[in-house]
């Protein structure tokens, strides 16, 4: 079973065409979208309106920063800080290129910043190339042994 990839989207716009341009690239794994980074922390914990879903971690996250409720920034100490979601990979995609953000997003932990390309053709083939090497061609860390793997491979 492949498993979703999580995206942590409060834009309407910017939404719809992550939807689309995921949708287009062809992948098959579901896409959990998380409109504010609370939403995102009950989604990855299995709390909240989460609370009865399976067990088991996206393939990745692709992280707003700015957000209502619990920003990026913020939910990124959240996943690194946890047994249970310190090696999955997140990737910040924002429109800030402010430098004390990308700073603070490696330091916290992100695997990838991204920034959105403002040009719509730019910003597709960005979300389509995003989706298919972290859900296709990303080979994940192993996990430890005899450590449970919360739904990780």
């Not at 909240?48 to 920034?73: C, E, Q, T």
């Not at 920034?115 to 083939?125: D, I, L, Y």
């Amino acid at each position: 079973m492949l498993k979703p990839i999580l995206l942590v989207e409060d834009n309407p716009n910017d939404l719809e065409l992550s939807l689309a341009a995921l949708a287009k690239s062809g992948l098959a794994n579901d896409v959990i979208v998380a409109r504010d980074g609370a939403e995102a922390r009950d989604y990855l914990f299995c709390t909240g309106v989460y609370a009865g879903r399976p067990a088991g971690l996206p393939a990745v996250v692709l992280l707003d920063l700015k957000l209502p409720k619990v920003d990026g920034l913020e939910l990124l100490h959240i996943i690194r800080n946890s047994p249970e979601t310190n090696r999955l990979p997140v990737v910040i995609l924002t429109s800030s290129r402010e430098e004390s953000d990308v700073a603070s997003g490696y330091r916290l932990g992100s695997n990838a910043y991204v920034v959105k390309p403002v040009e719509f053709s730019a910003f597709f083939k960005a979300i389509q190339d995003l989706g298919i090497f972290w859900a296709v061609l990303n080979e994940p860390p192993p996990v430890p042994r005899g450590k449970p793997n919360n739904g990780q491979q």
